[in-house]
């Protein structure tokens, strides 16, 4: 079970750090992911933490967003810096292999960037 939490409304420019807690799972043994969804769009892939810490962005988040993990307590963070009105979307973690999530999505967390 994946828990989102950490999000909000945050005017341009500002920042939050999102968590996501598994349960059941060890996160320590899979490539974890971030995914957001934008009003109306599919879900899209924003960043991922391999096992060994390497990560991987999308362009338009690259220099603002930095994904990490904590093994000891089972979480993967999103820092997420110099927002933009168009980061705005529900946030959801996941594991992925070779492009396929492996786990129930949770309830995913709101991020409302907004001046």
């Known amino acids: 079970q994946l828990v989102d939490s950490g999000g909000g409304l945050v005017q341009p420019g500002g920042s939050l750090r999102l968590s996501c807690t598994a349960s059941r799972m060890r996160v320590a043994i899979y490539v974890m992911a971030w995914y957001r969804q934008a009003p109306g769009q599919g879900r899209e892939l924003v960043a991922t933490v391999a096992q060994d810490g390497s990560a991987n962005y999308i362009d338009s988040v690259k220099g603002r967003f930095t994904i990490s993990r904590d093994n000891a307590e089972n979480t993967v963070y999103l820092q997420m810096n110099s927002l933009k009105v168009e980061d705005t979307g529900a946030y959801y973690c996941?594991?992925?292999?070779?492009?396929?999530?492996?786990?129930?999505w949770g309830q995913g967390t709101q991020v409302t960037v907004s001046s």
């Open positions: 996941n594991s992925v292999h070779r492009g396929l999530v492996l786990h129930p």
